[in-house]
């Protein structure tokens, strides 16, 4: 029996932004709308009404009327309120009064925060959609940016949307090959690019990387330099960042205009973490993200006017674009720039200074947190937290006890899956539903989702493919460069035609939770019994000896199958016999003797994408023979010389038992 966590109490239930919602949809359909699965069950019945209920609502600024709810065309051809224009950054700056925080900045280790207001923020939008008006850039065009989790971003990202101009936007962590391979696709006309970010107390310079980038984006006809970090002057033919917003501290005359654009014309570009290969570029529009962000703020993080959301991310991850619609409904967004645990504990004491309502964070910061020994609830004021929200991985069982006992016994855990394909969820919490140990709470309204076993046939309490089977608004327009479509339909529906596979392997139980299991195309399969590798990360990663383990399934030549698990000893351990053991034992009995491995083997350290993914698939490629330059894009691994490690492993691995 999975154990239960919390319950929502009958008032929070009453007083929530779903239950106004459901209040009123009860009205407006003439029908009863008790709790949320009833919401969902009529939202993937109805699926265009649903989404109609969700422009109603919420108000949607249509400056023209659509004429269809969505198109007939199958996914991925599936287009949504046609002959509808819209602005989505109008919809984000609408609400606010102008004296109140629409921005509240936090620098790692540097007190006070800054405080952007909503009048400053629309006037600072204002002035760089003009400057941006004024060198050239029109509807289509591409701006590239490569700055951190700050205002400049925010502003830059608004006033890019406000003028129907494109944006894209790369994390300075990312070295130049990463940044080049992602922004040289979309040949971008405008590069805002920061000098430096902070990080673990360090002030981690960029200027050669801006050098790389003016060098090799030859499209780039305007360059912004913001000065965040050193003090210093910009290169020549570089617009700084005061003269992109000249005239806002005085006032201000640039008008707040906003072009109105077809529905589906696109917002944003977000890349996937390219582990081999170019990244794919994602294309959004404005009115999926317009729906989805209005959605999932209004219903899901059930955030209301005045209120503030404070999520740990860079601009190189999905959560960024994600936390952005908290704006939508006039609560205030908290920016944190810097390593999580710089302090230990560092993201918590954020939270409690600035006042948050709402977290959302990377489920990987609760387990680097809990190694430290802080306990947030004993060191700050966390009680205006109600909800703490994670995604990037599944949250781990030991993950949801040290949040109720170090957070708080009243936050709701809402552990949540989707991220960069749909710039929010398919699966999280809600309102309505139980907090369970190690289980998401259920499909989000809209999502017709399901788990598939190989013949295409749903299973509940079973595993199966993450599949979802009608389309939604947010998914991608399309993919850059993909002009029919074929890289598209390759990565989401080569295995069932019109029906979107996502790559995650799942349990669809019957209480409605949900069990996320990890990548299916990193799945482990002995002996026909599929094995998810997030299993064994759960169980091992609470052991005080461990610091992360990579687990890695590989079919042999002969028709065997090889498990190999690789150990990051914790500082003062090493992986001898007694530490094998006890890892052996931990698997066979917390688990089952089937996630025994076969061999286990100290590594340096386990690589990961730039957005802190594993890189399961790519190792595995290196073990089954494939060379480094073909297994992995190296410019996309937060880790190169670890990778380069297993490289090396696999080779004399195979040298070896050749010989």
């Known amino acids: 029996m999975t154990e239960t966590l919390w319950t929502p109490t009958a008032k929070r239930i009453h007083d929530s932004p779903l239950r106004a919602y459901l209040d009123w949809l009860e009205e407006r359909e003439g029908r009863a709308f008790p709790d949320h699965d009833t919401l969902w069950a009529w939202s993937v019945e109805d699926v ?77 939008v204002a002035a760089a959609a003009g400057w941006l008006r004024r060198a050239g850039v029109r509807p289509g065009d591409r701006v590239g940016a490569y ?24 994390s300075p962590d990312f070295g130049a090959e990463g940044t080049i391979g992602r922004l040289a696709q979309l040949e971008p006309t405008v590069l805002i690019a920061v000098d430096g970010y902070h990080w673990n107390g360090k002030e981690i310079d960029r200027a050669d990387v801006v050098a790389r980038l003016r060098e090799d984006l030859p499209t780039v006809q305007h360059v912004v330099g913001v000065p965040y ?52 570029g994602l294309v959004h529009g404005h009115g999926g993200i317009t729906l989805q962000g209005l959605m999932w703020s209004g219903l899901y993080a059930g955030l209301r006017r005045g209120e503030r959301m404070f999520t740990y991310t860079s601009t190189g991850w ?54 430290t020994g802080v306990s947030p609830r004993r060191e700050h004021d966390l009680s205006r937290l109600r909800t703490v929200m994670f995604s990037g991985s599944a949250l781990p069982p030991d993950g949801y006890h040290w949040v109720m006992e170090h957070v708080s016994p009243d936050v709701r855990i809402d552990s949540t899956s989707g991220g960069t394909d749909i710039s929010g969820s398919f699966v999280g919490a809600n309102e309505y539903a139980p907090v369970r140990v190690g289980r998401i709470g259920g499909p989000i309204a809209g999502v017709d989702c399901a788990a598939w076993d190989e013949a295409g046939h749903p299973v509940v309490d079973e595993v199966g493919d993450l599949v979802i089977t009608q389309p939604m608004p947010s998914m991608p327009v399309y993919l850059w460069n993909d002009p029919e479509a074929v890289r598209y339909t390759e990565s989401y529906f080569d295995t069932w035609p ?77 992986l001898d016999d007694a530490l094998k053991e006890k890892i052996v034992t931990t698997l066979r009995s917390r688990l089952t003797p089937r996630h025994t491995p076969d061999e286990i083997l100290e590594a340096p350290a386990v690589p990961h994408t730039l957005t802190g993914k594993r890189l399961e698939v790519p190792i595995k ?10 297994a992995a894009n190296i410019a996309s691994v937060d880790d190169p010389d670890a990778l380069r490690w297993y490289a090396r492993f696999a080779a004399d691995r195979r040298s070896s038992t050749a010989g």
């Not at 700055?147 to 790369?170: Q, R």
């Not at 936390?323 to 710089?342: C, D, F, K, M, R």
């Not at 609760?366 to 190694?371: L, P, R």
């Not at 997030?534 to 079919?555: A, K, R």
């Open 48 to 124: 265009d009404r649903f989404w109609v209920s969700v422009v109603d609502y919420f108000e949607v600024a249509f400056s023209s009327p659509w004429t269809q709810v969505r198109t007939a065309d199958p996914m991925p051809h599936t287009r949504w309120f046609t002959g509808a224009r819209l602005n989505w950054a109008q919809h984000l700056l609408r609400h606010g009064d102008d004296d109140a925080p629409a921005l509240v900045c936090v620098q790692e280790g540097a007190r006070p925060e800054r405080e952007i207001t909503w009048g400053e923020l629309r006037r600072s």
């Open 147 to 170: 700055l951190p989790n700050t205002e400049h971003a925010v502003i830059a990202c608004l006033a890019t949307a406000a003028v129907g101009a494109v944006w894209a936007c790369c």
């Open 229 to 280: 970090v050193f003090d210093r002057p910009q290169p020549a033919g570089t617009t700084s960042w005061d003269d992109l917003l000249a005239g806002v501290e005085g006032g201000g005359d640039e008008p707040l205009e906003f072009e109105q654009v077809e529905f589906s014309h696109p917002l944003w570009v977000l890349f996937t973490s390219g582990t081999t290969g170019l990244p794919k």
């Open 318 to 371: 999905a959560l960024w674009n994600i936390e952005l619609g908290a704006l939508t409904q006039g609560a205030s967004i908290v920016l944190y720039e810097g390593a999580p645990n710089h302090p230990p504990g560092a993201v918590w004491e954020v939270a409690a200074r600035t006042g948050a309502d709402v977290v959302l964070m990377g489920a990987a910061v609760v387990t680097a947190t809990a190694g």
């Open 498 to 574: 019109g029906v979107w596979r996502h790559g995650d392997w799942v349990t669809m139980h019957s209480d409605g939770g949900v069990s996320i299991h990890g990548r299916s195309d990193s799945t482990l399969n002995r002996g026909g019994v599929r094995l998810g590798s997030s299993d064994f990360y759960d169980v091992l990663e609470t052991m005080p000896e461990i610091v992360e383990t990579l687990v890695v399934g590989v079919d042999l030549p002969d028709g065997g199958y090889w498990l190999g698990l690789f150990v990051v000893p914790a500082p003062g351990h090493e």
């Open 621 to 630: 490629k290196l073990l089954s023979g494939r060379p480094l330059e073909k």
